[in-house]
């Protein structure tokens, strides 16, 4: 009887090591498929590839001014305020970002009317 339980006991870990390296391993031949199908143009992406935009729409002296238009812009479009580089009293509000200019040509008409202005500086996001 013993005997019996050993050689059940190897046949069930032998069994289990199959299953484990040869069904459940990954297998080549699908490997390269997956890669290309998540990244199927890695080999021609460039840095560029990857800027993004915001557009300035207001600059205020006031930071209490400049986050309730922030807030009514975050209704429609993400947006965030940031202090110039050269002059640190002033805060700007910025809308985006947006992957390209051309997301921001379809949406800059709304963008100016919720920001209620009529211009604005499109600048690379710099996170």
């Known amino acids: 009887m013993n005997l019996e339980k050993?050689?059940?006991?190897i046949f069930v870990i032998l069994m289990g090591l199959i299953i484990f390296i040869f069904v459940l391993s990954p297998q080549p031949k699908y490997q390269d498929s997956i890669s290309y199908q998540f990244a199927p143009n890695a080999r021609g992406l460039s840095k560029d590839d990857f800027d993004m935009y915001v557009v300035r729409v207001n600059v205020f002296e006031n930071i209490?001014?400049?986050?309730?238009?922030?807030?009514?812009?975050?209704?429609?479009?993400?947006?965030?305020?940031?202090?110039?580089?050269?002059?640190?009293?002033?805060?700007?509000?910025?809308?985006g970002p947006f992957r390209?200019?051309?997301?921001?040509?379809?949406?800059?008409?709304?963008?100016?009317?919720?920001s209620e202005t009529n211009s604005g500086e499109v600048v690379l996001w710099k996170p």
């Not at 400049?66 to 509000?93: D, H, M, R």
């Open 100 to 114: 390209t200019k051309e997301d921001i040509k379809k949406n800059i008409d709304f963008i100016y009317e919720i």
């Open 6 to 9: 050993l050689v059940g006991l």
């Open 64 to 95: 209490e001014n400049a986050n309730a238009l922030k807030e009514n812009i975050n209704n429609y479009f993400p947006a965030y305020t940031e202090p110039l580089k050269n002059n640190g009293s002033l805060t700007a509000v910025y809308v």
